[in-house]
């Protein structure tokens, strides 16, 4: 097939363009920077802009959008352009180009409400309930793209939850460096569960979705590796795999929350080059389980999580040590 992968400067829009590559389909990408992929073909410039969106989805049979403004603070006008806007102008110049198939990457914080999550299914999108500016415009996507699935043009949602791996910087990295540094928090006992998903599985995960979505579509999976663990025993084997100590750092959970809010009230008024220590939601999403059903996921997808959590940090100790 003729493939348009949006974000693909990222690790995963990057690994799930390689893939596609790598199995004979033609791959064109979309982001701001090139996105180094051998033999794929790239458009520099973003979903929010249609001259961009067009030239990228030209003669395209399917689309995987993973292009978002990702972040736990920042301008509110900035998530709103990528994350609601450029969804739009995406949908509309892949109907208007006749593309027929959209998967499109989301995130389990659109149905999240702060509460815990224990074997739930994926749960509707809302924007009024979603904490944060990046679920709220993830939210908004979501629906907006489901609103565009029709026969002719076949939509579905993946809801990737909590990815790691090896070149991961929004979550391993993050986790490795803090610990390093004696800045991971572990928040009250740390024994919530929780389900996370390897990097090589959700590439698989992905891949797989361009098939379902012929026969399954107008409709949102939450995908994961389907083996929760207790967060705290997780950071930590994350941490001692990518070569840092165990966390040492116990925050009270209520304390946690209030110095998150607090947080995010001012982190922005400054300039800074990284994420916060810590939000409400970052506080919420360390104290609460959170795990999925994935019967659905898997009957639609036909496909089953690879690489196991083990495996998974062997693989990670052996990047973090080569």
Not at 21 to 47: C, F, I, K
Not at 291 to 318: K, M, N
């Amino acid at each position: 097939m003729k493939i348009t992968v949006t974000g693909a400067s990222g690790l995963l829009g990057s690994s799930v363009a390689r893939a596609l590559v790598s199995a004979g389909h033609s791959v064109t990408t979309l982001q701001r920077r090139p996105s180094g992929v051998e033999n794929a073909r790239d458009v520099l410039g973003t979903v929010a802009d249609p001259a961009s969106v067009a030239e990228a989805v030209n003669g395209a049979e399917a689309i995987v959008h993973l292009a978002a403004k990702v972040s736990l603070t920042g301008d509110p006008r900035e998530f709103e352009a990528v994350n609601v806007g450029g969804t739009r102008t995406l949908v509309y110049g892949a109907q208007t180009a006749g593309v027929s198939r959209l998967v499109h990457i989301s995130s389990p914080s659109v149905a999240h409400t702060g509460a815990s999550i224990i074997g739930d299914g994926a749960g509707p999108a809302s924007t009024e309930r979603a904490r944060g500016e990046y679920a709220r415009t993830k939210a908004a996507g979501e629906l907006i793209a489901l609103g565009a699935d029709s026969d002719a043009f076949r939509v579905l949602v993946l809801r990737p939850h909590l990815m790691w791996g090896p070149g991961d910087a929004q979550l391993t990295e993050r986790i490795i460096e803090r610990a390093r540094t004696g800045r991971m928090p572990v928040l009250g006992a740390g024994t919530a569960l929780v389900d996370t998903l390897f990097v090589d599985n959700a590439v698989e995960a992905i891949v797989a979705a361009l098939d379902a979505v012929d026969t399954v579509h107008g409709e949102s999976l939450v995908v994961t590796n389907g083996q929760p663990r207790p967060i705290g025993e997780l950071m930590s084997r994350i941490a001692i795999a990518g070569g840092a100590g165990e966390p040492r750092l116990r925050i009270p959970v209520r304390a946690a929350l209030t110095a998150g809010s607090v947080v995010e009230k001012v982190w922005d008024l400054g300039e800074h080059d990284d994420e916060p220590p810590l939000t409400r939601f970052l506080a919420e999403q360390l104290s609460t389980a959170h795990w999925f059903d994935q019967r659905r996921t898997q009957e639609v997808l036909q496909w089953r999580p690879r690489v196991s959590i083990e495996d998974g940090l062997e693989i990670l100790r052996a990047h973090c040590s080569g």
